[in-house]
């Protein structure tokens, strides 16, 4: 019954949503609480397969976040973080990489969508692997993502050129250029010291501002 009741509260929401005249659109409908399940063993696998995807798709992305914080500074996942971060830059084919993640039997928990420029698209499969792919917007030398309401996150593109691969269980994956400048500029000078908590992360995102 529980299983049910989910699918038409997604159903619900997901009309809702597409119903909505608003500036800012927000879906979110997921079968468990990932703030609080950390990665599963699988992480890895599905990473590597989803970055498969996008490159696939010739989709320009890089690890971030979390995920390249753990990899870049400890060589692994922290332990406990709870998603896959991925970051698109100027991908307007949304839809198409949608029908790929959803080949991989992933199942779409969030998506947000802001002056009609989708912003942020969240998968999860039956394992609760979760993959957050962020979606940033070019405007000269600045990208933009707005994924939180009423916020706006900012940084320079040049961390998007030229980006430097990281290798991790026998693949290379791309991570921000200039890693260790954008780790300061996104944790703050004390991103090498690992923390053993997960706070808000809108508290530690150096990249934030309200609108």
């Given at each position: 019954m529980a299983k049910y009741i989910f699918i038409l509260k997604g159903l619900v929401k997901h009309l809702l949503f597409r119903l909505s005249k608003s500036e800012f659109r927000e879906y979110h409908n997921f079968p468990f609480d990932y703030n609080?399940?950390?990665?599963?063993?699988?992480?890895?696998?599905?990473?590597?397969?989803?970055?498969?995807?996008?490159?696939?798709?010739?989709?320009?992305?890089?690890?971030?976040?979390?995920?390249?914080?753990?990899?870049?500074?400890?060589?692994?996942?922290?332990?406990?973080?709870?998603?896959?971060?991925?970051d698109i830059l100027d991908y307007a084919q949304v839809e198409c990489?949608?029908?790929?993640?959803?080949?991989?039997?992933?199942?779409?928990g969030r998506k947000v969508i802001y002056k009609q420029k989708v912003q942020q698209m969240v998968y999860y499969n039956s394992d609760k692997i979760v993959v957050d792919l962020v979606f940033w917007h070019s405007e000269g030398a600045t990208v933009f993502n707005y994924c939180e309401r009423g916020c706006r996150r900012s940084q320079e593109k040049r961390?998007?050129?030229?980006?430097?691969?990281?290798?991790?269980?026998?693949?290379?994956?791309?991570?921000?250029?200039?890693?260790?400048?954008?780790?300061?500029?996104?944790?703050g000078p004390d991103w090498r010291i690992p923390k053993t908590y997960k706070g808000d992360w809108k508290a530690e995102c150096g990249d934030i501002e309200r609108l």
């Amino acid at each position: 019954m529980a299983k049910y009741i989910f699918i038409l509260k997604g159903l619900v929401k997901h009309l809702l949503f597409r119903l909505s005249k608003s500036e800012f659109r927000e879906y979110h409908n997921f079968p468990f609480d990932y703030n609080k399940t950390p990665l599963p063993k699988k992480a890895a696998d599905v990473m590597a397969a989803c970055c498969g995807i996008l490159e696939g798709l010739g989709i320009r992305y890089r690890l971030t976040d979390g995920t390249i914080l753990g990899l870049y500074r400890q060589g692994d996942f922290i332990p406990h973080d709870d998603d896959i971060d991925i970051d698109i830059l100027d991908y307007a084919q949304v839809e198409c990489l949608h029908e790929m993640m959803k080949s991989f039997s992933m199942k779409l928990g969030r998506k947000v969508i802001y002056k009609q420029k989708v912003q942020q698209m969240v998968y999860y499969n039956s394992d609760k692997i979760v993959v957050d792919l962020v979606f940033w917007h070019s405007e000269g030398a600045t990208v933009f993502n707005y994924c939180e309401r009423g916020c706006r996150r900012s940084q320079e593109k040049r961390f998007f050129e030229s980006m430097p691969q990281l290798e991790y269980r026998g693949r290379k994956f791309p991570m921000p250029s200039q890693i260790e400048e954008w780790l300061g500029m996104r944790y703050g000078p004390d991103w090498r010291i690992p923390k053993t908590y997960k706070g808000d992360w809108k508290a530690e995102c150096g990249d934030i501002e309200r609108l």
